[in-house]
């Protein structure tokens, strides 16, 4: 099976387990599967620190979670999420890992802008907006419309 290539795909999470890392650290790994049938797996931390962004992730690819049971992953693979991949080198091979699980963002959000920060671009930007503007030929031209 292909391995994920360095950058942002979208994908969704195809098995989850909890486990434990090489020291012992409880975590969950998830195996993430993009559009071109390229694989991926991540891994969450379930420590004080890291354990609400690795919740938020979970819940992001669908986990139900129910009664608060963080084994219960089921819908692990229900939502589309954008994984962010990166090239690392590990113990001398290097290798794709993904780095972080995102929400995929389907239509761009509007940025909320002042009246007073408009009429500043307006005023700022007038004298370019005017010399960019097409002039309309001259009398003398000869226009064929």
């Not at 693979?77 to 091979?93: H, R, T």
């Amino acid at each position: 099976m292909p391995i994920v290539t360095p950058g942002k795909h979208r994908a969704h999470a195809r098995e989850a387990q909890i486990d434990a890392s090489e020291n012992g650290t409880p975590c969950v790994v998830v195996i993430f599967e993009t559009a071109t049938g390229a694989h991926g797996w991540w891994r969450g931390y379930l420590t004080e620190r890291a354990s609400a962004r690795t919740i938020e992730t979970l819940r992001l690819c669908g986990a139900r979670m129910r009664d608060g049971d963080i084994t219960d992953l089921d819908g692990i693979g229900n939502n589309e999420v954008e994984i962010d991949c990166a090239e690392e080198e590990y113990l001398g091979k290097k290798t794709v890992r993904i780095n972080w699980v995102n929400s995929v963002r389907r239509t761009p959000r509007p940025t909320r802008i002042s009246a007073e920060a408009k009429q500043a671009l307006v005023d700022r930007l007038r004298a370019q907006v005017v010399s960019a503007a097409v002039q309309p030929p001259d009398e003398d031209d000869n226009v064929l419309f």
